[in-house]
């Protein structure tokens, strides 16, 4: 009853105010504060272990489709919830970031199959594997542009998710000069890529002085670096005035 192919499908047909057999009542449910809280922990908790798990790929497996269908649900939940909850959403954001935290987190830790797992393993699931990953990073990106319409709320707290992927950009960039760390301990190329488009939408959520806060307080010298460079693409294609 609680594996997540189970309670995932119930608490989407829940948010949407529908019953267990999937006919809509035509009302939206109304959750309280503390159903949400727990809703989006317990949504935290599925992205956390499932993203625990995706270090599988260091010991040569493959993502699995039943990791993409939580990721992907619990995607869909945080959309709903802001559609449908809004009001009672803004009561449970700490616990909302804790999840968006823990979602970027999970498509930061995702790689491609490596060559060797190519010869171990038939091509066809390699391959669906590369799409599963793929389909992850636009759920967030997806997700990233659901928050948009929440900037005001939520604009304080975005620098906190962009410092956890300035400290992935940094622990990539250790990995790259240090053999030791191996090429698994920073963000795979492809994925930095796909999830450009996420990161230049929370760049756009964030208030001059949120940026500013970023720069200043919360990111080292490396990281801010790094992340300045993510910035000038940022730049390119947006009217952000602030300075790295």
């Known amino acids: 009853l609680f594996h997540p192919n189970v309670v995932l499908p119930f608490w989407i047909r829940l948010v949407k105010g529908m019953g267990m057999d999937g006919s809509g009542s035509g009302g939206v449910m109304l959750l309280s504060r503390r159903e949400l809280g727990l809703l989006l922990s317990c949504?935290?908790?599925?992205?956390?272990?499932?993203?625990?798990?995706?270090?599988?790929?260091?010991?040569?497996?493959?993502?699995?489709?039943?990791?993409?269908?939580?990721y992907g649900q619990c995607c869909t939940i945080v959309t709903l919830l802001l559609k449908h909850n809004q009001s009672r959403v803004y009561n449970v954001i700490p616990t909302l970031?804790?999840?968006?935290?823990?979602?970027?987190?999970?498509?930061?830790?995702?790689?491609?199959?490596?060559?060797?797992?190519?010869?171990n393993n038939n091509n066809v699931e390699c391959l669906s594997a590369c799409e599963d990953m793929?389909?992850?990073?636009r759920h967030f990106n997806k997700l990233?542009?659901?928050?948009?319409?929440?900037?005001?709320v939520l604009q304080h707290y975005i620098p906190v998710i962009l410092s956890d992927y300035a400290m992935a950009l940094k622990r990539t960039s250790d990995?790259?000069?240090?053999?030791?760390?191996?090429?698994?301990s920073g963000i795979h190329p492809t994925v930095k890529k796909e999830v450009m488009a996420g990161i230049?939408?929370?760049?756009?959520?964030?208030?001059?002085?949120?940026?500013?806060?970023?720069?200043?307080i919360m990111l080292d010298k490396e990281s801010r670096m790094l992340f300045g460079l993510v910035y000038q693409n940022y730049k390119k294609v947006h009217e952000y005035k602030g300075q790295f």
């Open 97 to 119: 970031v804790l999840l968006l935290r823990s979602l970027l987190s999970h498509v930061l830790k995702l790689s491609p199959p490596t060559n060797s797992k190519i010869k």
């Open 134 to 137: 793929i389909v992850k990073i």
């Open 43 to 70: 949504c935290n908790t599925l992205v956390s272990s499932s993203s625990s798990s995706s270090s599988s790929r260091r010991e040569g497996q493959l993502i699995t489709t039943k990791n993409y269908d939580c």
């Open 175 to 184: 990995a790259s000069t240090n053999i030791g760390m191996g090429a698994s």
């Open 200 to 216: 230049f939408v929370l760049i756009d959520i964030c208030g001059d002085n949120d940026m500013e806060r970023l720069n200043s």
């Open 144 to 152: 990233c542009e659901s928050l948009l319409s929440h900037k005001q």
